[in-house]
Structure formats: structure tokens, C-alpha cells
């Protein structure tokens, strides 16, 4: 039955919802079997079409798992990659990308985010607005020291 078993790989994440929780623990994601060691993108099981998402809070010893409605998630701040998690990179030398452009995002559970939006648009729709109105469900936010995954529908207003 081990054949075909899936190999994941843990990511560690802080989870804001939108009750004003926040929850430190991993998410579990399928290794890409063509590049052995590198699991799938983050933002990709966060903008699929699941409703739920499998989390884990706790140590080795006391481990538990949650069930988490994608809905209620405003935000997820990456934590530090380790080694044998994935690394997190969100540029393409193809994409617009307004280049240091820093705004600050107000969300729904009171929190802020500054740093930049990360949409791939084409040139005709290059404004931040049009980055937040043709962006997933998810939107990375890259920071001085690191990235969240911001939902857009709790995006409040931006500064």
C-alpha cells in the first residue's frame, strides 16, 4: 500500500483568522515527484478549489490536526523555510511587477501588511488595483523579512 502513498513535505506557517486567532503550525504538501525534496508552492494549495485545509499545531509529541475553511483564513505569514521544506519565491523575470513599490494593507481581522503585491497581470492592467481585482484567491504580500498569503476578500483598504 506504501506505492501509493503520496510524499509531502511540512511548511511551517502562522495562520491570522478571521476571529482574530492566530495559530502557528505546519501544512503538509505534495512533493513534486519530477524535482525530489521541493514540495508544491503554498499558494497553490491555498488557491485550489478545496474548501478545507488539512493543519497541524503542536509539537512531535503532542501533535494535533485541524481541519481549516480556507474562507475564514485571512492571512498566512510563511515562517522560516527549513532545509527540508520548500523555498519560497514568488518572482518571474517575465511578469509585471510594480519594483519596490510598498503599500500597506488593511484586512478584516484589524490587522495590517506592508509590503508588495505580487500579481502577475499583463502590462495593460500593471495598477495595484488591477493586481488585487485579477489575483487568486490568494495573494502573496512580500515583506523586508519574508511573505504572507493574503486573502483578497478580506482586503479592507489599501494605504
Known amino acids: 500500500m506504501k506505492d501509493f502513498q503520496v510524499p509531502t513535505g511540512a511548511i511551517g506557517v502562522e495562520m491570522?483568522?478571521?476571529?482574530?486567532?492566530?495559530?502557528?503550525?505546519?501544512?503538509?504538501?505534495?512533493?513534486?515527484?519530477?524535482?525530489?525534496?521541493?514540495?508544491?508552492?503554498?499558494?497553490?494549495?491555498?488557491?485550489?478549489?478545496?474548501?478545507?485545509?488539512?493543519?497541524?499545531?503542536?509539537?512531535?509529541?503532542?501533535?494535533?490536526?485541524?481541519?481549516?475553511?480556507?474562507?475564514?483564513?485571512?492571512?498566512?505569514?510563511?515562517?522560516?523555510?527549513?532545509p527540508e521544506e520548500m523555498p519560497v519565491s514568488y518572482t518571474d523575470p517575465d511578469s509585471v511587477q510594480e519594483?519596490?513599490?510598498?503599500?500597506?494593507?488593511?484586512?478584516s481581522d484589524g490587522t495590517q501588511v506592508a509590503g508588495r503585491v505580487v500579481v502577475d497581470t499583463p502590462q495593460a492592467a500593471s495598477r495595484l488595483v488591477d493586481k488585487l481585482n485579477n489575483g487568486e484567491r490568494f495573494i502573496p504580500v512580500v515583506r523586508d523579512d519574508g511573505v504572507d498569503l493574503v486573502q483578497r476578500t478580506h482586503v479592507l483598504t489599501l494605504d
Open 99 to 107: 519594483p519596490h513599490r510598498e503599500t500597506i494593507l488593511h484586512l
Open 16 to 82: 491570522f483568522l478571521a476571529d482574530g486567532v492566530h495559530i502557528k503550525g505546519r501544512i503538509f504538501l505534495a512533493q513534486d515527484p519530477r524535482h525530489p525534496g521541493q514540495t508544491d508552492q503554498l499558494i497553490g494549495a491555498l488557491n485550489d478549489e478545496r474548501d478545507f485545509l488539512p493543519f497541524e499545531v503542536g509539537d512531535d509529541r503532542g501533535a494535533r490536526s485541524l481541519v481549516l475553511n480556507k474562507e475564514h483564513i485571512v492571512r498566512v505569514r510563511v515562517l522560516q523555510p527549513q
